[in-house]
């Protein structure tokens, strides 16, 4: 299993492929006996989706005390 902490795109560089091609590669090097898990911010849900991966239904959260 491998978790994915951070991903990040600046929002110029977003729709050019470059969040697809980071977990593309991150997926080669892995090889296919690797399973890729994140947590993704909400309004990056979207793209996860679109590039296949499936959301999780038993992740859970304890948020931070300010």
């Known amino acids: 299993m491998c978790y994915i902490s951070e991903l990040a795109v600046s929002q110029s560089a977003q729709g050019l492929g470059i969040g697809k ?30 590039i296949g991966m499936k959301r999780m239904a038993d992740a859970f959260w304890f948020s931070r005390e300010h």
């Open 21 to 50: 091609g980071l977990m593309d590669e991150a997926r080669r090097q892995l090889g296919p006996s690797v399973a890729i898990s994140l947590i993704s911010m909400p309004d990056a849900v979207g793209f996860y989706e679109r």
